[in-house]
């Protein structure tokens, strides 16, 4: 129980430390959730309080309806995808948003392939 904790605590304060950093920058912000099978992605106007673009792995685009999406390559397409997306909406710059998860793995794979695609952050 105690170790649980201990991990949730880390979890709690390192997400309050990024949330807080991105929201001090006043852009858009492109907010990453990760489950263990698929990946989020969503550019949030905060001042609006709404989403102005997603994508995620559960879209027939990025995979099929018999496919693993909760690896490294469908992170990159989610990422490339949100980054198209954005473009068709006239959006260059957005601040990073991981959460409480670290930079490494999927969530890298999709900021890398966000970048690749165009935005800015």
């Known amino acids: ?4 904790k201990r991990v949730t605590n880390r979890r709690n304060r390192r997400s309050f430390r990024v949330r807080n950093r991105v929201r001090a920058i006043r852009k858009l912000r492109l907010s990453v959730f990760r ?3 698929h990946m989020y992605a969503q550019i949030i106007d905060d001042a609006g ?9 559960i879209e027939s685009a990025i995979a099929g309806p018999s496919k693993y999406a909760g690896n490294v390559e469908s992170a990159a397409k989610v990422g490339r995808l949100i980054a198209e997306r ?3 909406k006239g959006i ?4 990073f948003d991981r ?5 490494h793995g999927r969530v ?9 695609g165009g935005l800015n952050f």
Request: one cysteine or more; glycine letters at 2%; hydrophobic letters at 35%.
């Open 1 to 4: 129980m105690k170790v649980q």
């Open 35 to 37: 489950s263990n099978c």
């Open 49 to 57: 309080s709404r989403t102005i673009v997603s994508a995620s792995t």
């Open 86 to 88: 954005a473009k068709e």
């Open 92 to 95: 260059e710059s957005v601040a």
């Open 99 to 103: 959460g409480s998860y670290k930079y």
């Open 108 to 116: 890298k794979a999709l900021a890398d392939a966000a970048r690749e």
